[in-house]
């Protein structure tokens, strides 16, 4: 007997596209199945606000093919197909595509035709992108609407609808439409010391209902709570929002325990140690003041919740920020803490406890700050041990430097060092002529300085602070003992405690590098070839006076 020919069966649940292919191998819509019976999409629950979305207003205005190429490609992402995105990425999708059919409508109408898979081409994406940079949108903006595009014209091309150029001149999408786009988006940052203890006191207070048996559970409180959560433990929004009643897990070490959240982008989980209620602190449970268990705090929003977990949709069953509605079309009915929820209560809470920033406005609180501010304490607790940083924050050591981690307050005292210094003297070119010479460079005021004794005529010999004093200053001249200098700071690392020489030492060499040299360099006061000609001569034979045999130790200098 022959091969038995095996048929690979179709899923008839999955959307398909109704096509036919003409002669020329283009992919043609069938007439009859456009528009389709049914134009809403349903996103049912998901983390955004958005539960469906018509496609309604597009079609029969001459775009219809891209319109049903893209509706039935929303459905097979929704359908668990083509990497199967989260839903409030689809939801995303949705949104950036608004933006691309309304440019397709005004391209139809300029070219008196209607618009055809095979339309989708280079220089369509070129003219989609030129249309969003002449909207009233940021950089940011534009790519926001751009990717989520992409990403569903993508995948129709990869299965085959239309001819995808992957690379070269004639790339269906640029491979780079907005450079340094990163740079020009303004990140969330950590909060301030001030800021940071005024929100600690004032989530204390908020939460301290959830300690009272028969305290209704509302959004606010759970939001509060969520906000505790996330302050102590940085971690990212939604695998909280999501956090599911088994999170605490055993822990090897005995008053130490897991708290394990799902990371839906990641495929992955999550994890972070908690310490365990001590038998202690269940003696003192009264009292406010005793500082909050972050373990205890969970397992008892566990318990305040798990009443409500019998009647919760079954897609939020096992949930723990469960809570009846207050909203009119659903009142009493079982429902999760959500982004607007948990926005809104954020701002009932800056209102109530008259929360303000350093500028006097409202202090603005959301969960990437919190994260922020997270990373910056754990670096600031350890030291400035980057590789603990990272680990806590469930991040590369690289990731963790390059977008959490920012400049302590002393860190940006140093940065700041010239401030009013030397600013008319480059400018006038007369950098200088005031400035007496010592062992760093040039000094407007060795006896009554910043950091001068200024007692007894007696002269500054605080060289350490020298970069960041208001009187200091360098010239081109001076190059060779600022790199001796910088240097024997360098040497310094190999004498002394890593942490240590971590806390007081490594702002010098960044500031001379980054600030002085790159300063001088861009006001043209420095020449490139004398800058590097000083810090060879300064590594071979460093200036008489850093000279490690001269001096046994910079601390007489601090």
């Known amino acids: 007997?022959?091969?038995?020919?095996?048929?690979?069966?179709?899923d008839l649940s999955i959307p398909q596209i109704e096509h036919n292919i003409d002669t020329a191998g283009n992919v043609i819509i069938l007439s009859e199945s456009v528009p389709p019976k049914i134009t809403v999409v349903s996103f049912g629950r998901n983390t955004s606000t958005k539960r469906n979305f018509d496609f309604a207003r597009w079609y029969g205005a001459g775009i219809d093919a891209i319109t049903y190429a893209c509706q039935r490609q929303i459905e097979r992402f929704l359908a668990g197909q083509d990497g199967a995105p989260s839903v409030t990425t689809v939801v995303g999708y949705c949104n950036g595509l608004t933006h691309f059919f309304d440019y397709c409508l005004l391209q139809a109408m300029a070219f008196e035709r209607a618009l055809a898979l095979d339309d989708l081409n280079r220089n369509l994406i070129d003219g989609y992108l030129g249309h969003l940079s002449?909207?009233?949108l940021t950089t940011a903006?534009?790519?926001n609407y751009y990717t989520p595009t992409k990403s569903v014209l993508a995948a129709l091309g990869q299965r085959g609808f239309y001819r995808l150029v992957i690379s070269g001149d004639e790339a269906t999408f640029p491979r780079n439409p907005f450079p340094n786009s990163n740079r020009k988006h303004k990140s969330e940052t950590a909060l301030s010391k001030r800021e940071r203890h005024e929100f600690t006191v004032a989530?204390?207070?908020a939460i301290k209902p959830i300690w009272v048996d028969g305290t209704p559970i509302t959004g606010d409180l759970l939001a509060y709570a969520l906000l505790v959560i996330a302050l102590h433990t940085g971690r990212n929004l939604t695998p909280l929002l999501e956090m599911s009643r088994n999170c605490l897990r055993p822990h090897p070490k005995d008053d130490t325990v897991f708290l394990v959240l799902w990371k839906r982008r990641g495929y992955n989980t999550s994890k972070v140690a908690l310490r365990a209620e001590s038998k202690?602190?269940?003696?003192l449970e009264a009292m406010p003041s005793v500082r909050i268990n972050i373990e205890r705090l969970i397992r008892r929003m566990m318990v305040l919740t798990e009443p409500l977990d019998s009647e919760a949709p079954d897609d939020l069953k096992g949930r723990v920020w469960l809570f009846r509605s207050r909203a009119s079309n659903a009142a009493g009915q079982v429902t999760s803490l959500r982004t607007n929820i948990l926005d809104s209560a954020i701002c009932r809470f800056v209102e109530q406890y008259e929360l303000k920033d350093c500028d006097g406005k409202p202090l603005r609180i959301n969960i990437s700050r919190l994260r922020k501010t997270f990373a910056n304490r754990i670096f600031e607790l350890t030291d400035g041990d980057l590789a603990t940083t990272a680990s806590a924050l469930g991040n590369t050591p690289r990731v963790a430097d390059q977008n959490y981690l920012a400049p302590s307050e002393d860190a940006r005292r140093n940065w700041r060092f010239m401030g009013e210094v030397l600013v008319q003297e480059l400018l006038t070119a007369t950098i200088g002529a005031t400035y007496k010479d010592t062992p760093l460079g040039r000094c407007s005021d060795p006896l009554n300085g910043q950091f001068a004794p200024k007692h007894d005529g007696s002269?500054?010999?605080n060289f350490m602070n020298c970069l960041r004093c208001k009187h200091y200053a360098v010239t081109a001249e001076d190059l060779?003992?600022?790199?001796?200098?910088?240097?024997?700071v360098l040497t310094e690392c190999s004498r002394m405690d890593k942490r240590r020489w971590a806390r007081e030492y490594a702002h010098i060499p960044r500031l001379i590098d980054h600030y002085i040299v790159a300063e001088g360099l861009r006001r043209g006061t420095f020449k490139a070839a004398a800058v590097d000609a000083a810090r060879e001569r300064a590594r071979a034979k460093p200036h008489s006076f850093w000279s490690v045999d001269l001096i046994a130790s910079l601390e007489v200098f601090s």
């Open 1 to 10: 007997m022959g091969k038995r020919k095996v048929f690979a069966k179709t």
């Open 134 to 136: 002449g909207q009233d």
């Open 141 to 143: 903006g534009q790519k």
């Open 203 to 205: 989530l204390r207070h």
């Open 280 to 283: 202690g602190e269940r003696l």
């Open 459 to 461: 002269t500054c010999m």
């Open 480 to 488: 060779y003992k600022l790199f001796s200098f910088y240097f024997r």
